[in-house]
């Protein structure tokens, strides 16, 4: 529940530096703030109520999502917001302990912007969706639920542990990843068959594998009339595959986003667009910055390291490195924000193969 | 943008793609790009050669006429010098390599009837009965190295035997696969039957998965994964060796510099290890006098004959080279530099021999793309087992009961005997393997009508 506006005039929305402020009293006062970030104040060289006058200020905060891998959830709770019903989220755990978040409204409120935000692309309305997707701690099963229920549709899942793929692929198990792709696509095959499903979430790595398996993807061309992706990046030539060679007829949505910031979907394509596909991420409570390596804000058009904020009422991550790049693209019709394009992950640097054989 | 635009060709038509990688050349500079195949794009190609693959055999007038145009034609744009400058410049081989390449891939067409015939047991057997032999499969996929354009007539032979063919070629050197591609087309070539994927690792992986036969070039770590693979042939570091039986001579010594130097070393048939039954550093003193005596222009020189690298290959050869020389002996002159950079910018390998008393050195058994030679000291009591994992073992020895125990040797792939040259070969000779065999299956055709003993 947003319940702090009341310093603002009811006839004008908050400027996002406005939040920083108000919300930065809320998170660094002791009766409202989380254990966490009271912990935090101390340690700070400068003062977050004195020193922070909006969003460019937030990058003197240090990215403190490390400390997301082990701190108990519940200091993350402000104490402002008493009661229940908490649930904690994970980051994909690839590397280490995941980074885990708590959430009660906030996503709720971002969900329902989303849900607007997709029907501009004419999402059927009811519609019964199949999320072929991770599940368990992962963020991307509950977004779907959320839009499948403000759809008025019915939600199928299957199971999935995207951990364990990762590490049969770290493991070089290459036979046993196909065949957990099989059992994957295999479980979503029998829900097609009986079920109609009409909206398809799932991720590039997926698609590309119905794609790849005939009769699946011609049982998905008949009944799904959208295709939702997110969790990993499709390259230009690969999306424009999927729209334009397996898919003509469907309507291929993308949402970039992430655990800790929330969702960004794909903006209706645009005729003077230079990408086929920018999302647009929830200007409310989301700060974005596509920066180079010295923190300096890119042109439109250049790709550079995805830098964000999140200022929300249950949650304040300030000045967080994604691993991702994006191409910065100029605000389109009457959004206030840039656009993102052609998200991709940072290539790992300084990494010399070793020169086997003559090759 | 200025330079060379390489571009995909799916089922023989050339197509743009969205995935755009910059393709540098061994100075540093900006050669052109290359539109990257997704693996949805594999994907695509895939299904279309899969619908359309009719197993027939591609007529061998076909092949020599593809043979002539991609020695000498004008093909989109590119000449034959334009061809060889371009691989000089991407792979960082010697012109006259290219050439020898050229040549290597025109005779391997040329002989290509002759190779099958010679690698299949005869298959008439009497009066209405006959072995045929057919593709195993409809798809080859052939993901190919930089190091050398020649490998490439092992997908030639696929088409030829009737398979339609997916092509990932290298990522440094795409030129070679696609003047062939383009040659066999011109040559009249049905489209379907040929496809040209520039792609990462990925898509090459995802085509040898989906075709039924299939063949992989490059470093242990690409080929590992299908060591053990039924339908996948894979071609990874040759470390062709020399066992070394007699005294040094200059006849000898000749010989050792050929075998390691041709073509710069970037063949893996070139020998990168001597095992002698003499002393390894006089062996080793012998030989390095000779490569100090290799001198070779900038890559782009019509006499150039050492291969050059880009720098960050440099830098890597830098450290590796300084891991293989502890505990052994490097007989190139004093001082000189390991990687000498060259006034275009490019790094070029200096021809190197190292000697060990350690048989099990870790410098034993490593292969290079340049001459790169170890000796080491082989006893007889070590047994044939320390001259095996080589794909040319050459005895330099007169001894005829190590030549019968190499020959029967598994990790051997092929012996050479006296001062014969690893890659000296007549259609029939496996090279690694027998490659008709791999991508034929025998089939009892029987014609002999109701006979009375059938039933009796």
Not at chain 1, 9 to 17: H, L
Not at chain 1, 226 to 236: K, L, Q, R
Not at chain 1, 241 to 250: A, G, I, K, L, N
Not at chain 1, 310 to 338: H, K, Q, Y
Request: net charge negative; glycine share 8%; with cysteine.
């Amino acid at each position: 529940m947003d319940t702090m506006t009341t310093a603002l005039a009811q006839d004008r929305a908050e400027t996002f530096d406005e939040r920083v402020r108000r919300l930065l009293h809320w998170h660094f006062d002791p009766q409202t703030g989380s254990a966490f970030w009271l912990r935090q104040r101390g340690l700070l060289d400068f003062d977050p109520l004195r020193d922070i006058d909006g969003a460019a200020d937030l990058v003197r905060f240090p990215d403190l999502t490390e400390q997301l891998r082990h701190v108990p959830v519940g200091d993350l709770i402000p104490r402002g917001l008493t009661g229940t019903g908490f649930r904690v989220y994970e980051s994909g755990g690839t590397s280490g302990a995941p980074k885990r978040i708590v959430d009660r409204d906030y996503r709720r409120r971002l969900l329902s912007w989303a849900m607007q935000r997709l029907r501009a692309h004419h999402i059927a309305d009811p519609a019964h969706w199949l999320h072929l997707g991770p599940s368990g701690p992962h963020v991307f099963a509950y977004d779907c639920a959320r839009y499948a229920a403000l759809g008025n549709g019915m939600f199928h899942t299957v199971d999935f542990d995207p951990r364990w793929v990762k590490k049969l692929v770290a493991a070089g198990e290459t036979d046993m990843v196909k065949r957990y792709v099989r059992h994957l696509l295999d479980q979503a095959a029998e829900v097609l068959r009986s079920q109609p499903v009409k909206v398809l979430s799932t991720t590039p790595p997926l698609i590309e594998a119905i794609c790849a398996d005939p009769e699946l993807h011609a049982a998905v061309e008949r009944s799904v009339e959208t295709i939702i992706w997110a969790g990993t990046s499709f390259s230009p030539e690969s999306l424009r595959q999927v729209e334009e060679v397996f898919f003509p007829d469907t309507t291929i949505v993308g949402i970039y986003g992430n655990t800790l910031m929330g969702v960004a979907p794909q903006r209706p394509r645009r005729p003077d667009d230079r990408h086929l596909c920018v999302f647009e991420p929830y200007a409310e409570a989301v700060w974005i910055d596509v920066v180079d390596e010295h923190g300096a804000v890119v042109d439109y058009g250049q790709r550079g390291r995805v830098r964000l904020s999140l200022v929300s009422e249950e949650m304040f991550l300030p000045n967080v490195i994604e691993r991702d790049t994006a191409v910065r693209v100029e605000p389109a019709g009457d959004a206030t924000v840039d656009g993102l394009a052609e998200v991709g992950t940072v290539a790992e640097v300084g990494d010399v193969r070793v020169i086997e054989g003559v090759y | 943008m200025a330079g060379i635009v390489v571009e995909p060709i799916v089922c023989g038509r050339p197509v743009r793609s969205l995935d755009r990688a910059p393709l540098a050349d061994v100075r540093g500079d900006l050669l052109g790009e290359v539109g990257m195949v997704p693996r949805l794009m594999a994907v695509g190609a895939v299904t279309r050669a899969r619908r359309t693959a009719d197993g027939t055999p591609v007529g061998h007038d076909l092949l020599l006429r593809a043979a002539e145009l991609f020695a000498t034609a004008d093909l989109d744009g590119e000449t034959p010098e334009e061809y060889e400058r371009r691989v000089a410049l991407a792979a960082g081989l010697p012109r006259v390599t290219v050439r020898h390449a050229v040549a290597d891939i025109v005779r391997s067409l040329t002989h290509l009837p002759a190779t099958t015939r010679a690698e299949l047991p005869a298959s008439r057997l009497g009066d209405g009965y006959e072995t045929a032999w057919v593709p195993a499969g409809r798809l080859f996929a052939a993901v190919m190295a930089s190091n050398h354009p020649a490998p490439n007539d092992s997908w030639l032979h696929a088409l030829a035997l009737g398979y339609s063919v997916l092509v990932r070629p290298g990522t440094r050197e795409p030129f070679t696969a696609r003047r062939l591609t383009l040659a066999l087309l011109a040559a009249g070539l049905a489209e379907h039957r040929i496809s040209f994927l520039p792609g990462e690792r990925a898509v090459g992986e995802y085509l040898l998965e989906a075709a039924d036969r299939g063949i992989v070039y490059g470093g242990g770590d690409a080929v590992r994964r299908w060591a053990d693979s039924a339908t996948v042939t894979t071609r990874g570091p040759g470390r062709s060796r020399v066992l070394l039986d007699r005294p040094v001579t200059a006849e000898v010594l000749d010989h050792l510099t050929v075998s390691a130097a041709y073509d710069g070393g970037t063949r893996c048939n070139n020998i990168s290890l001597v095992l002698t039954t003499g002393d390894p550093r006089q062996v080793a003193d012998a030989l390095a006098a000779r490569f100090d005596a290799l001198a070779s222009p900038e890559v782009t020189a019509s006499d150039a004959t050492l291969p050059v690298v880009d720098a960050t290959r440099a830098e890597g050869l830098r450290r590796q080279l300084a891991g293989l020389t502890t505990g052994a002996t490097v007989h190139t002159a004093a001082g000189a530099d390991p990687l000498v950079r060259l006034p275009d910018g490019s790094h070029r390998p200096l021809p190197t021999v190292l000697s060990t008393d350690d048989p099990r050195h870790p410098a034993v058994g490593v292969e290079l793309p340049f001459p790169f030679v170890v000796v080491a000291p082989w006893r007889r009591a070590d047994g044939v087992a320390a001259l095996g994992d080589a794909l040319v073992l050459n005895l330099v020895t007169d001894d005829v009961d190590l030549r019968a125990a190499a020959v029967a040797d598994p990790s051997v792939r092929k012996v050479t005997c006296g001062l014969t040259l690893p890659w000296d070969s007549t259609p029939g000779i496996p090279h690694e393997g027998n490659l008709s065999l791999f991508l034929l299956q025998s089939k009892g055709v029987v014609s002999t009508g109701t006979r009375d003993h059938a039933l009796a």
